[in-house]
Nanobody, 131 residues
Framework: QVQLVESGGGLVQAGGSLRLSCAPSGRTFRSYAMAWFRQAPGKEREFVAAIRWISGSTYYADSVKGRFTISGDNAKNTVSLQMISLNPEDTAVYYC????????????????????????WGQGTQVTVSS
């Protein structure tokens, strides 16, 4: 069974920074992309950022562009999310996800934003930004 384990969440003041990390445990697998989603109380789960190993492309939600940076290691199936200039609207549970399909020839910018693209999900880590 593949498991993704997030770490690095916590409480931070507005304007502060956090770095989330995600690493796999359990059986090995190959990922073609990894991403972060988040879910705030009472809201739907939303896309945050993704990185596609084949092209090295990164994708971001408009709400985090310029403040969040996704990076990772394809060989280790690890991914991180550096978050700066945090604001209370960033408060949510953040989920690490992995896509084990290549999706050759696809519009991955669009695919990356869909929860259904990803087969593996972590349990989530809480990020709370106080005002």
């Amino acid at each position: 069974q593949v498991q993704l384990v997030e770490s690095g969440g916590g409480l931070v003041q507005a304007g502060g920074s956090l770095r989330l990390s995600c690493a796999p445990s359990g059986r090995t697998f190959r990922s073609y992309a990894m991403a972060w989603f988040r879910q705030a109380p009472g809201k739907e789960r939303e896309f945050v950022a993704a990185i596609r190993w084949i092209s090295g492309s990164t994708y971001y939600a408009d709400s985090v562009k310029g403040r969040f940076t996704i990076s990772g290691d394809n060989a280790k199936n690890t991914v991180s999310l550096q978050m700066i200039s945090l604001n209370p609207e960033d408060t949510a549970v953040y989920y690490c996800v992995a896509d084990s399909s290549p999706h050759y020839g696809s519009d991955y910018r669009s695919l990356s934003r869909r929860t259904t693209t990803y087969e593996y999900w972590g349990q989530g880590t809480q990020v709370t930004v106080s005002s």
